[in-house]
């Protein structure tokens, strides 16, 4: 399995794994627009005939502070660690930003302590974070958690 950056050709794949799940109720949405003018945010994993079988985005929100969002894995691929490898892909490059917290607000927040994230009160992160919600059909009564991962120092 090998975690790349996304290419402009997986926009189209990448949004319907991500809606697939939100009209599920088990993410929020993107609109396909969102996901072109964020590209560089994303990585995929692809099978051998290059179809996305995963995605993940690691937002920058402020110098001390990324998220990890719009995490999909096909139904297909789950429990294979392809979550667990892209969690780690941004965990890696926050730190090689020198970005030293990342968070995540999510419906499973059991994968993401596997993965090392605490718990946090969603109080407990910077206002800045909450742009987006303003779109969220759920707003304001959000119904994520909120996990942090503090990257140690030196690491």
């Given at each position: 399995?090998?975690?790349?950056?996304?290419?402009?050709?997986?926009?189209?794949?990448?949004?319907?794994?991500?809606?697939?799940?939100a009209?599920?109720?088990?993410?929020?949405?993107?609109?396909?627009?969102?996901?072109?003018?964020?590209?560089?945010?994303?990585?995929?994993i692809?099978?051998?005939?290059?179809?996305?079988?995963?995605?993940?985005?690691?937002?920058?929100?402020?110098a001390?502070?990324?998220?990890?969002?719009?995490?999909?894995?096909?139904?297909?691929?789950?429990?294979?660690?392809?979550?667990?490898?892209?969690?780690?892909?941004?965990?890696?490059?926050?730190?090689?930003?020198?970005?030293?917290?990342?968070?995540?607000?999510?419906?499973?927040?059991?994968?993401?302590?596997?993965?090392?994230?605490?718990?946090?009160?969603?109080?407990?992160?910077?206002?800045?974070?909450?742009?987006?919600?303003?779109?969220?059909?759920?707003?304001?009564?959000?119904?994520?958690?909120?996990?942090?991962?503090?990257?140690?120092?030196?690491?």
């Open positions: 399995m090998k975690v790349e950056k996304a290419k402009i050709e997986d926009v189209k794949q990448m949004h319907g794994l991500v809606n697939m799940f009209n599920k109720g088990e993410m929020l949405p993107r609109a396909l627009s969102e996901i072109y003018e964020n590209l560089r945010d994303y990585f995929v692809r099978d051998k005939t290059g179809k996305v079988k995963a995605c993940v985005a690691l937002h920058i929100s402020w001390d502070l990324a998220e990890v969002k719009a995490l999909a894995v096909a139904e297909d691929s789950h429990r294979k660690g392809m979550g667990a490898a892209l969690v780690k892909e941004c965990v890696g490059e926050a730190d090689s930003l020198g970005i030293p917290r990342v968070f995540c607000l999510t419906y499973k927040p059991g994968f993401f302590k596997k993965q090392g994230f605490k718990l946090v009160e969603k109080t407990e992160l910077p206002r800045k974070i909450w742009a987006e919600c303003y779109s969220c059909p759920k707003f304001p009564d959000c119904d994520e958690v909120a996990l942090v991962y503090d990257i140690p120092a030196g690491k």
